[in-house]
């Protein structure tokens, strides 16, 4: 099975967190962002509190907490 067709709640559900996002804008400075991975948007945090993000920054996902992603930089 393609990882195009699977649907995305079995990719997270799985902790299969393919490629790479882009920050599309911030709901939080320096919390909280709205992200872009593989054409769904993600609210998000920081994976590690030091990390600071811009809107068009390339990130990672690396988990899930509900309904948010743990992201990284690219």
């Known amino acids: 099975m393609s990882i195009l067709s699977t649907p995305i709640s079995a990719v997270l559900e799985r902790k299969f967190y393919p490629g790479v996002g882009v920050i599309h804008s911030v709901a939080q400075p320096g919390l909280e962002w709205v992200v872009r991975v593989?054409?769904?948007?993600?609210?998000?945090?920081?994976?590690?509190?030091?990390?600071?993000?811009?809107?068009?920054?390339?990130?990672?996902?690396?988990?899930?907490?509900?309904?948010t992603l743990l992201i990284e930089p690219a």
């Not at 948007?41 to 509900?66: C, E, K, L, N």
């Open 38 to 67: 593989n054409g769904v948007y993600w609210t998000a945090r920081a994976a590690i509190s030091s990390y600071s993000f811009q809107a068009g920054d390339a990130i990672r996902p690396i988990d899930r907490q509900g309904n």
